[in-house]
């Protein structure tokens, strides 16, 4: 009998010791931009998801990727929404990051008012705003390079999206490069979408997420995707009504295009685009803004 209980006794210790040591999943800092990418993200803190699946995010919304990376680098975020320029700019610089998955990001080339599709391509020279040496930049090359009228583009830095988006309205710039729904703005404001990456099968917008979070918190970023996945099942059924005053007070979404823009079907988790991958790697380094080649294998985190 006393040796019934001591095995049982043993039996209950071993569990507990299992127990304890599943480590349960920590708090994630997360950021993101404040474009449509970032509504899952956002609708998933909103509506508990995070909660249900078992773990606490924090959320920080950014409007300048500057202040984004600045926030990676220093540790204040475990992960963001970033593009792949991003991922190969922190390998070159020994920053320890890896892409998690894609995310929704259409960076498209709107004219300006006065101008139409066939105007614009006709002008002799293409004055177009954007920020240098980031996705937008690598959008309005590809953009102009598919259109054929590369040797037309005079790139002129502006890298406050608003102030280029103003620009755009004053007739000051020929045309910009921006994202969603920024760009939809700009066309309800008269513009017409000659170009974007998504028409050319590229699909440059990332999650990435730093090594030390992957390694000690894996459950925790798994969860995060757990809740994401359960925002875009709501989001692909709900009505805009539903939830789109908290875009407009959490990522400033223009109010006046509610009723017209419409959002693109969300995905769930799904790997980083791979095409793309080496598509902006070959840019980049034609623009030697890296000087290294990396497989996909070495950035993508699985």
Not at 66 to 91: K, P
Not at 111 to 123: A, Q, Y
Not at 166 to 180: D, H, I, K, Q, V
Not at 274 to 292: H, P, Q, R
Request: some cysteine; proline content about 4%.
């Amino acid at each position: 009998m006393k040796r019934i209980i001591l095995l049982v006794l043993i039996l209950i210790l071993g569990l507990t010791a299992v127990g304890c040591s599943e480590k349960e999943p920590e708090k994630i800092n997360f950021g993101v931009m404040s474009d449509v990418g970032a509504v899952p993200f956002l609708i998933a803190d909103k509506m508990g998801y995070y909660e249900d699946a078992g773990v606490e995010v924090e959320i920080t919304v950014f409007r300048s990727a500057v202040d984004r990376d600045t926030a990676l680098q220093t540790g204040n975020l475990d992960g963001a929404m970033a593009d792949m320029l991003t991922i190969f700019f922190y390998r070159e610089s020994g920053l320890d990051f890896k892409m998690t998955s894609d995310t929704y990001g259409n960076y498209r080339v709107v004219t300006s008012p006065i101008l139409d599709d066939e105007s614009f391509k006709n002008l002799e020279e293409i004055q177009v705003g954007l920020s240098s040496n980031t996705v937008i930049d690598f959008s309005t090359d590809i953009v102009f390079d598919n259109l054929g009228i590369k040797d037309k583009l005079k790139k002129v830095a502006i890298p406050q999206m608003p102030v280029r988006l103003e620009m755009l309205y004053a007739n000051a710039l020929n045309g910009s490069t921006l994202p969603e729904p920024l760009a939809f703005s700009a066309v309800k404001n008269g513009g017409t979408v000659v170009g974007d990456t998504e028409s050319f099968d590229l699909y440059p917008a990332i999650v990435l997420f730093n090594n030390e979070t992957l390694e000690n918190n894996p459950t925790g970023v798994e969860k995060l995707y757990e809740g994401y996945n359960m925002a875009v099942e709501y989001l692909n059924k709900a009505e805009k009504d539903e939830f789109y005053h908290y875009l407009v007070e959490e990522l400033g979404f223009p109010e006046e295009i509610k009723e017209d823009f419409v959002f693109p079907e969300f995905k769930g988790k799904n790997p980083p685009h791979e095409e793309t991958f080496y598509v902006v790697s070959e840019w980049m380094l034609e623009k030697e803004l890296i000087s290294n080649k990396y497989d996909y294998s070495e950035l993508n985190y699985e």
